[in-house]
């Protein structure tokens, strides 16, 4: 389907561009620039500052005495659920789009992506995008989004699957990324159906955007890469988190709520909620192996015991889709299931080794084996115009010259 082009009107039309932001000093100047250099005049740039100990306030109220189409806010330290939602509050463009404060967005994405909906019916329109490394590699994500037009239906097999989960071949692979970065909304849709960032942990963007889509009747796909996500690959799976799965199970549930709530919790649905799931506990025993974890060995197996009663739990380690999942993930179960004997061993010895290293031992392969991350392709252009500057390079000077 071919689209016709209108710039002259799509220009007038506003987006309110919200960025969060909590001590990025080191990177929020070149994510600003980034924007305020952006083709499309008509935004406006809401700068919410979430309690930053670092100089990104200042940093900030320096670029909103520069440009007047940036608001800043200052407000104590919630999250960033809370600071996207307050961004939300007071925006006045008649689309929304969103910025993490350390990455960077092409000189030309707004005006792309206004193009195409502001002159169709679409509800929703979102572009690939570059993972960037703080080396200044870059790849394009590997994601199968064609350009073009999506129907409901297909919103819903080819966009929202992939995004909770996939099937037991691929498990602990998310397809499609659950990015609010790389879209452009409808404001009217948000304030009519109040849309807003859950007060999660984690994947609270992937909760807004697949509530967002549940809405939609068509969305189209930009072929053209035009975000750049700066990645760090040294984050959750690095440290012991607490409360991990507390955290993971409610947003299970919140998935489970709003696929029910649009008449889309069905047999595809529920089959990649369990095998996201399969992940899920499987990060969550690692979790609780990991070195740094300093709870007693009582209490490790205390939550392990809870994992394992839940329904979750139940429903996705049956054997049918055990022998329905690669081996990688077989052997995952069975050290699951090994490590669940062998806490009902936990009354014989408290002792050092046991309470640490055994464990630990039994969950480093696993670990390495099941990674949160789905590894992405190099890009098959050379253009090196498209690709993030490195950090020892001029910022700006490929992203918005």
């Given amino acids: 389907m071919r689209r016709k082009d209108n710039l002259g009107g799509s220009m007038r039309r506003k987006i309110s561009i919200i960025v969060p932001v909590y001590n990025l000093e080191k990177y929020l100047s070149q994510c600003i620039e980034s924007i305020i250099n952006q083709n499309h005049k008509n935004i406006e740039i809401i700068l919410v500052n979430d309690g930053s100990t670092d100089k990104s306030g200042d940093i900030c109220d320096k670029y909103s005495l520069k440009d007047n189409r940036i608001k800043v806010i200052h407000k104590k330290n919630e999250g960033v659920s809370i600071a996207r939602n307050t961004g939300l509050k007071v925006a006045t463009g008649e689309y929304i789009a969103f910025v993490d404060g350390d990455d960077l967005v092409d000189k030309d994405i707004y005006t792309r992506l206004i193009n195409v909906i502001n002159n169709s019916k679409y509800d929703l329109v979102m572009c690939r995008f570059y993972r960037s490394f703080f080396n200044g590699e870059n790849i394009i994500e590997d994601e199968p989004l064609e350009e073009g037009e999506y129907e409901r239906n297909e919103v819903f097999e080819k966009l929202i699957l992939p995004m909770i989960g996939n099937d037991f071949k691929n498990t602990g692979k998310t397809l499609i990324m659950g990015a ?222």
């Fill in 180 to 401: 609010i970065w790389r879209c452009l909304y409808k404001k009217e849709i948000i304030k009519k159906n109040k849309i807003e960032f859950p007060i999660i942990k984690i994947a609270e963007d992937m909760l807004f955007h697949l509530n967002y889509l549940g809405y939609c009747n068509y969305v189209y796909v930009e072929k053209e890469p035009l975000y750049y996500y700066r990645y760090n690959n040294n984050s959750a799976t690095k440290k012991y988190i607490t409360d991990l799965w507390d955290t993971l199970s409610r947003q299970l549930t919140m998935v489970n709520d709003d696929l029910r709530k649009f008449g889309l919790l069905n047999e595809k649905s529920k089959e990649r909620i369990e095998s996201n799931t399969f992940y899920f506990i499987s990060w969550c025993f690692t979790n609780e192996c990991h070195p740094s974890n300093t709870k007693e060995y009582k209490n490790i197996v205390k939550e392990m015991r809870k994992i394992s009663d839940t329904k979750y739990f139940k429903e996705a380690f049956t054997w049918k889709n055990i022998m329905t999942a690669p081996f990688k993930e077989r052997c995952i179960f069975i050290c699951i299931k090994l490590l669940l004997n062998l806490v009902s061993w936990s009354g014989v010895s408290h002792d050092d080794e046991l309470n640490g290293k055994f464990p630990h031992l039994i969950f480093t392969l696993p670990h390495a084996i099941l990674s949160p991350v789905t590894k992405p392709t190099k890009p098959r252009s050379n253009r090196a115009d498209r690709r993030f500057p490195a950090l020892n390079e001029d910022p700006l000077r490929r992203v918005c010259s």
